[in-house]
């Protein structure tokens, strides 16, 4: 299996917004920056037991709910403290109505 499973429905997600999904046993946040650009990471911040989906997407970084470190969308690193490892990306796209992660 090449790693792409079916994340739900693409209207999940609004702009400036994220999505937690659990697939495979591992949780991922999809998130849409202001333009509507997809990008995935895993789920759980680098620097503690939190769910990033649970954070706020600003400008084109997540910011994590619990000390407000955060990370850039685009490549995955950490752009604030306490944040300093970066996040692991995962290809993500929309095909139609749908939203498709890689999780591989
Ligand atoms: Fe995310 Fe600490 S758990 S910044």
Redesign the pocket.
């Known amino acids: 299996h090449d790693g792409w499973v079916c994340a739900g429905n693409a209207d999940q997600i609004q702009n400036a917004d994220v999505l937690r999904i659990d697939a495979a046993g591992h949780t991922y946040a999809i998130y849409r920056n202001q333009a509507g650009d997809l990008f995935a990471t895993e789920g759980i911040?680098t620097?503690?037991?939190?769910h990033l989906a649970e954070g706020l997407v600003i400008g084109d970084e997540i910011e994590?709910p619990?000390?407000?470190?955060r990370f850039a969308l685009s490549d995955g690193h950490a752009t604030r403290a306490?944040?300093c490892v970066a996040l692991e990306r995962y290809p993500v796209e929309q095909r139609g109505e749908k939203l498709w992660l890689n999780t591989a």
């Open positions: 911040c620097h503690g037991n939190a994590c619990k000390h407000n470190g306490p944040a």
